[in-house]
């Protein structure tokens, strides 16, 4: 069965860097996401994606955040300058239908 | 905005109870609703998911029912395993929200021996 894949699965990082986590989605879906969750919390939508833009983003994606989808089959989250606010897991989604998402397997990103 | 309010946790059970987390859900159109697990230690996946009113999403012995009338979308599951333990997001989505899904606080749920 096809899935949704994520590297990498875990991401250390100096407060101030630059962080790129990948996602691999479904290969026939058109609909792209990131989602967050701060260690203990509830999941977060930041940012859906489709046809090479953003339709839709929360307030947490702010300007230190940006999607990408560089070629046929990655997209990216990239945050510019990390914040230790920012550790949390990172959940890449897809879907083909609207109303049906797939969730990769995250990628937990710690901030020191 | 749309959201959903699930039961607070933790949630634990002996091994054959029966189980029931309660959601409910606010929102100005006819969402989508879903239960996903989180395993501990992995990401999320989708357990069950109903796309409107009257219908019942079931796998692996849960069951959820997509009442309108009293806007929820209780999970049930008639005897648990140890195996289920876990954590559980009731969520949503619509089109009018461009599709995010909106996801409750999430259920912890302890199965006992």
């Known amino acids: 069965e096809p899935e949704v894949t994520q590297t990498p699965s875990h991401q250390v990082t100096q407060m101030g860097q630059e962080v790129i986590l990948r996602c691999v989605p479904i290969?026939?879906?058109?609909?792209f996401y990131w989602y967050r969750q701060i260690l203990g919390q509830k999941v977060e939508f930041l940012v859906s994606f489709y046809n090479n833009e953003i339709s839709e983003k929360s307030e947490i994606f702010d300007d230190q955040f940006s999607v990408e989808r560089p070629d046929g089959s990655n997209f990216t989250l990239k945050i510019r300058s990390t914040k230790l606010e920012d550790s949390a897991m990172y959940f890449c989604?897809?879907?083909?239908?609207?109303?049906?998402?797939?969730f990769g397997p995250g990628t937990r990103l710690t901030v020191t | 905005g749309d959201s959903v309010t699930q039961m607070e946790g933790p949630v634990t059970l002996s091994e054959e109870a029966f189980l029931t987390i309660n959601c409910t859900y606010t929102a100005t159109g006819y969402p989508s609703l879903f239960w996903y697990v989180q395993y501990p230690g992995e990401g999320l996946q989708l357990l069950l998911k109903a796309t409107k009113a009257d219908d019942k999403g079931s796998n692996k012995g849960f069951e959820a029912t997509y009442r309108k009338e009293t806007t929820s979308f209780h999970l049930e599951k008639g005897s648990v395993q140890v195996s289920d333990s876990a954590v559980y997001f009731c969520a949503l989505s619509a089109p009018y929200n461009n599709n995010d899904m909106r996801f409750g606080a999430g259920t912890r749920l302890t199965v006992k021996p």
């Open positions: 989604a897809s879907s083909v239908l609207k109303y049906e998402q797939y």
């Open positions: 290969s026939n879906h058109l609909y």
